[in-house]
């Protein structure tokens, strides 16, 4: 018992900065923006957040202010990414990879200084989880019934229409790419103050593909997102707890997250539940075009 | 802006009087970012010390360098004037011997491999007595006699290093075990942290590693479990569960290659037998939860109580750990980990009854010590 | 506010003049980082291109980078071309390095058939991993960025397990490498170098093969329907499953070469997948794009960026720079080059 309720926990730690990062991405690929920099904003975020939360070194940052940074630094990423997709309708996929270049770039020549060094005022874990699946459950909410909900969807679904609708399409676009900034900065802060309380280059490890393919796997869905999300943490876990327990090879147990998002993906997939992608996902969108 | 003419006129003069002997620039060749708190972190602090010991000495680095780059990066580095060239990781062994030969006035230096030329020489300072020390205290401290281990990848390095540290576990305490799970990389923050919770979760109250972060002192803080440093000292991440650890110092190594080469006793012509194996007799590795502290003083007082016996007598662990620790950092140790007869852990005789495992054995060893659990891949049968 | 006009007509130098345009407000925003750390932007590039376009040591590097990038290059330009956003190139690589060492290590061969059987077989293991995507894209509607990213990680500890189990060397002490290949199976340098010819030989080649197929073949029509149009392919017949199929046996198979030539012209044994192919498969990506779907413009930009990774190599080595400076460098240029493209197809105006 103590064994399941251990890994669950361990599912759910591992999967707040996955379900935060992710529903970010959600909220943007809902608008018809795809953005495959998470892991670049997720950097700048864990690296800003860190920055503040370190403060003089003798554990005096502001946790709180840290964690607006971090989002702050997200936002100012991504909204490269709107610019660049958005107004000068550029390709939202190489966007992303360059996005992902520089923020992981720029993450490790600021991080310099910050390298090696220890946290002593670090935040509590349970917080950041909470706030993730209440987020969760409020864009859920809000896809379905809020008016803002609806107008999201329909700017991500058929932006004309939405324009004809007096909807200021590039604008919504904007607001969400960088809620998805902030999200996926958030999530970096949860790395770099909480999960591993301390900054290195290369620390987000590629969680942020991850977050980016939980987006698909999870069918644009806050409220799948928290399954999925969960699902990856437990086997992402379960690859050190089972292994030595059979003659499995190790490396079989570490490629077993990958495999089984594609799995579960081509399952759903059979089962014809591939139509949930919105619309116009990775279109740009240009007035007076249909 | 003054200041810097002064140097540079300094410099001059002073370089005028040394015109005839040999400018010294040595180069390093690094694998990782400097700013890990492992292995590259550690050839950069003794690349600064070599440079503030030896006067005259001029030294440049290369960080993150990907073994197909080696070769390039060489060609550059001698360009650039240097004659003495470290190669400080063991991916890097075939390219430093074909630039050894490409260029054999200059000198190389490769460490942790076993692969030597007229004018490369190969250097390791190397852990496994500390970790047998390590391991009494691990043995010493668990309750349940679990000991988790988190390692990289299972090459012999580690393979010697989780051996050394078994048999010290099993010596203080022959019931226990060290538990082993492998994150098949050298630097991965997030595995690190689920291995260390799953061996944490599976009953281990004591955890060692190899990795090139502070997260393993830190998981096992949070739960509050000790755990010991790795490579450079973690003990300001978690004061008060560091209880030893491994501490290196390449300095001395680069020091005395340095001056060596200065002298003339080192050429690009005899370097062929030159082998640097440096324990804890020549102060190239350190035992100890920082600089200086081979104890964190919070696990003294258990230590001192726990007890094992050594050759029919009982005696404290602490006073075991303090005494082979001065044996093996004296001149003529006379203690040795890997002294027969040691059995693997399927039970096949390795080391015969008063024999030493060699150095060259040492480096390619690929059986497991008995006392650790887990996977390895291509173990001896 | 900017307003874009579209420009049915672009004259038609124009996406070169822009083109470079872009590159040069590349360099000068990748300038202003070099002087933030205190480095001369100036001196910085000129050290850049004395050390890699004038410098022999240095232009065998530029090549060295090239081969591989060029070989992924040309088949990701077929890929995006027809909307196939292929991502794992990476793992293609490590499959098409597999299936070669598996043949130099384990399939007794005349030595005169060793090279073009690895070759082969790279180029199936490659196209054999890209197909998995695609099976999955066409069959199923699964999302292909989703399904090449995860295979990259599947594909890395696929090289591991071999390399640490079944194919660990003897001549490697334990350590975690396969056995050197035998000399039949290493692909000749020019002497002194590490550019390994017949490789570069057979990227160029394909470049040009794969230049005609898209433009003067009927498949290469139906692709470029495919990915301009996909409604009009249904319309005229085109099934695109099977083109989506055909392209990815050609990105991915042409990623499994790189592979091959990766690990029998540089290393010579299977080696840790992260050393093996050193990013080349995300790097590929700015290739493609630059050459904004021709393959035959890859013989450009693949050694444009192979100069770009060579003098960022250079400024780690020679300024000491830190090693993130070739990612800054590279995530610029690729920023510059996609926001630039707008300005191709369109005129600026200001004001509503």
């Given amino acids: 018992m103590d064994e399941i309720l251990n890994a669950f926990a361990r599912a759910l730690s591992f999967g707040t900065p996955l379900l935060l990062a992710s529903l970010g991405a959600i909220v943007n690929e809902r608008a018809g923006v795809v953005n495959l920099g998470v892991e670049g904003m997720m950097a700048v975020g864990a690296l800003a957040g860190f920055a503040v939360a370190y403060g003089s070194g003798t554990g005096d940052g502001n946790l709180f202010l840290a964690v607006l940074a971090a989002m702050g630094a997200g936002t100012l990423a991504s909204l490269l990414h709107a610019f660049v997709t958005i107004t000068l309708q550029a390709n939202q996929f190489v966007s992303g990879l360059a996005l992902t270049m520089?923020?992981?770039?720029?993450?490790?020549?600021?991080?310099?200084?910050?390298?090696?060094?220890?946290?002593?005022?670090?935040?509590?874990?349970?917080?950041?989880?909470?706030?993730?699946?209440?987020?969760?459950?409020?864009?859920?909410?809000a896809f379905r019934v809020t008016r803002w909900g609806l107008i999201l969807r329909s700017v991500g679904e058929n932006p004309a229409a939405a324009d004809a609708l007096g909807i200021n399409v590039l604008g919504v676009r904007y607001l969400a790419v960088g809620i998805g900034g902030a999200m996926a900065g958030l999530a970096g802060a949860?790395?770099?103050?909480?999960?591993?309380?301390?900054?290195?280059?290369?620390?987000?490890?590629?969680?942020?593909?991850?977050?980016?393919?939980?987006?698909?796997?999870?069918?644009?869905?806050?409220?799948?997102?928290?399954?999925?999300?969960?699902?990856?943490?437990?086997?992402?876990?379960?690859?050190?707890?089972?292994?030595?327990?059979?003659?499995?090879?190790?490396?079989?147990?570490?490629?077993?997250?990958?495999?089984?998002?594609?799995?579960?993906?081509?399952?759903?997939?059979?089962?014809?539940?591939?139509?949930?992608?919105?619309?116009?996902?990775?279109?740009?969108?240009?007035r007076g075009e249909r | 802006m003054k200041m810097r003419w002064l140097v540079v006129l300094l410099a001059l003069v002073l370089g005028f009087g040394l015109a005839q002997e040999k400018k010294l620039k040595a180069c390093f060749i690094y694998i990782g970012p400097i700013g890990d708190i492992g292995w590259t972190f550690a050839h950069n602090e003794a690349r600064l010390a070599a440079e503030r010991a030896i006067p005259g000495l001029e030294t440049k680095y290369v960080e993150s360098v990907k073994p197909s780059d080696t070769g390039a990066v060489i060609d550059r580095l001698v360009s650039e004037g240097c004659n003495v060239i470290f190669t400080t990781s063991f991916d890097f062994m075939d390219a430093t011997l074909e630039a050894a030969k490409k260029y054999p006035e200059v000198i190389f230096a490769h460490a942790s491999g076993f692969k030597r030329a007229p004018n490369m020489a190969t250097y390791m300072a190397d852990f496994y007595q500390v970790y047998y020390l390590n391991g009494l205290m691990a043995g010493a401290l668990t309750k349940g006699g679990k000991v988790g281990y988190v390692g990289a990848f299972p090459i012999p390095e580690l393979k010697r290093h989780i051996s050394a540290f078994?048999?010290?576990?099993?010596?203080?305490?022959?019931?226990?075990?060290?538990?082993?799970?492998?994150?098949?990389?050298?630097?991965?923050?997030?595995?690190?942290?689920?291995?260390?919770?799953?061996?944490?979760?599976?009953?281990?109250?004591?955890?060692?590693?190899?990795?090139?972060?502070?997260?393993?002192?830190?998981?096992?803080?949070?739960?509050?479990?000790?755990?010991?440093?790795?490579?450079?000292s973690m003990y300001k991440f978690a004061p008060d569960y560091v209880v030893s650890g491994q501490l290196v110092h390449w300095e001395k190594i680069y020091i005395d290659f340095l001056k060596k080469v200065k002298d003339g006793t080192y050429t690009n012509k005899n370097l062929q037998n030159v082998d640097y194996w440096w324990l804890l007799r020549e102060g190239a590795v350190e035992l100890g939860a920082q600089v200086g502290m081979p104890i964190n003083p919070k696990y003294a007082d258990a230590l001192k109580k726990a007890t094992m016996t050594v050759n029919g007598k009982k005696v404290s662990v602490y006073d075991r750990v303090m005494e082979l620790l001065?044996?093996?950092?004296?001149?003529?140790?006379?203690?040795?980990?890997?002294?027969?007869?040691?059995?693997d852990r399927n039970g096949v005789l390795r080391v015969p009854a008063g024999k030493k495992m060699s150095v060259a054995e040492l480096n390619s060893m690929q059986w497991m010590a008995p006392g650790v659990v887990g996977q390895v891949a291509d173990e001896p049968k | 506010m900017i307003r874009l006009v579209p420009e049915p007509n672009p004259p038609r130098y124009r996406a070169l003049w822009v083109t470079l345009g872009a590159i040069l407000v590349a360099f000068v925003i990748a300038g202003t980082v070099f002087s933030a750390y205190g480095v001369s932007p100036l001196g910085a590039y000129r050290a850049m291109l004395e050390g890699t376009l004038f410098d022999p040591k240095g232009l065998q590097e530029v090549f060295r980078r090239t081969i591989p990038l060029l070989l992924i290059g040309v088949g990701l330009t077929l890929a995006f071309r027809t909307q196939f956003f292929n991502i794992g190139a990476e793992g293609q690589v490590l499959?098409?390095?597999?299936?070669?060492?598996?043949?130099?290590?384990?399939?007794?061969?005349?030595?005169?058939?060793?090279?073009?059987?690895?070759?082969?077989?790279?180029?199936?293991?490659?196209?054999?991993?890209?197909?998995?995507?695609?099976?999955?894209?066409?069959?199923?509607?699964?999302?292909e960025i989703l399904t090449t990213l995860m295979l990259n990680y599947v594909a890395q500890y696929m090289v591991i397990y071999l390399i640490n189990g079944p194919w660990k060397g003897k001549d490697a002490r334990g350590y975690i490498y396969s056995d050197q290949f035998a000399a039949p199976a290493r692909i000749p340098v020019i002497p002194g170098t590490d550019v390994h010819w017949p490789t570069l030989l057979l990227g160029i080649l394909l470049a040009l093969a794969l230049q005609f197929l898209l433009a003067r073949t009927t498949f290469g029509y139906a692709m470029r329907v495919v990915g301009e149009n996909p409604g009009a392919a249904r319309y005229a017949g085109i099934s695109t499953a099977r083109v989506v199929l055909l392209v990815a046996l050609l990105t991915g198979g042409a990623a499994?070469?790189?592979?091959?030539?990766?690990?029998?012209?540089?290393?010579?044994?299977?080696?840790?997948?992260?050393?093996l192919s050193s990013g080349y498969g995300f790097t590929a990506v700015i290739v493609a794009w630059l050459a904004r779907g021709n393959p035959a413009l890859v013989l450009l930009t693949a050694p444009l960026m192979g100069t770009i990774l060579a003098g960022g190599d250079l400024l780690k080595v020679s300024l000491n720079m830190p090693l993130r400076v070739v990612d800054v460098f590279s995530g610029v240029m690729l920023m510059c080059l996609i926001a630039s493209e707008v300005f191709v197809r369109n005129r600026v105006r200001w004001g509503r």
């Fill in chain 1, 102 to 141: 520089l923020g992981v770039g720029v993450a490790g020549l600021l991080g310099k200084r910050f390298e090696g060094l220890p946290l002593f005022n670090q935040p509590p874990e349970l917080p950041f989880t909470i706030l993730a699946i209440g987020l969760a459950l409020g864009l859920a909410l």
């Fill in chain 1, 190 to 286: 949860f790395l770099s103050l909480v999960y591993r309380p301390s900054w290195t280059d290369g620390m987000t490890a590629g969680l942020g593909w991850i977050a980016v393919a939980l987006v698909i796997f999870v069918g644009w869905s806050p409220l799948r997102a928290i399954f999925g999300s969960i699902f990856f943490g437990l086997l992402y876990y379960l690859q050190f707890r089972l292994q030595g327990q059979s003659g499995i090879p190790t490396e079989v147990f570490a490629s077993l997250p990958y495999l089984l998002v594609i799995l579960v993906l081509a399952l759903s997939g059979l089962r014809g539940q591939q139509g949930n992608a919105p619309e116009s996902l990775g279109k740009p969108y240009q």
């Fill in chain 3, 95 to 143: 499959l098409g390095a597999v299936f070669a060492a598996g043949v130099a290590l384990f399939v007794p061969l005349p030595a005169a058939l060793t090279l073009p059987v690895m070759f082969v077989a790279g180029a199936l293991g490659g196209a054999f991993w890209c197909l998995i995507a695609a099976g999955l894209k066409s069959r199923l509607g699964v999302n």
């Fill in chain 2, 166 to 232: 078994a048999l010290g576990v099993r010596a203080a305490n022959p019931k226990a075990t060290v538990n082993v799970k492998w994150i098949n990389a050298w630097f991965d923050p997030t595995k690190a942290r689920e291995a260390a919770e799953a061996l944490i979760a599976e009953g281990n109250d004591i955890l060692a590693f190899t990795e090139d972060t502070a997260t393993v002192v830190q998981t096992a803080a949070k739960k509050k479990v000790p755990s010991f440093s790795h490579y450079n």
């Fill in chain 2, 326 to 343: 001065k044996d093996m950092s004296s001149p003529n140790p006379r203690f040795d980990p890997f002294t027969g007869p040691i059995k």
């Fill in chain 3, 256 to 275: 499994g070469l790189a592979g091959v030539g990766e690990v029998a012209g540089i290393h010579h044994r299977l080696i840790e997948p992260l050393q």
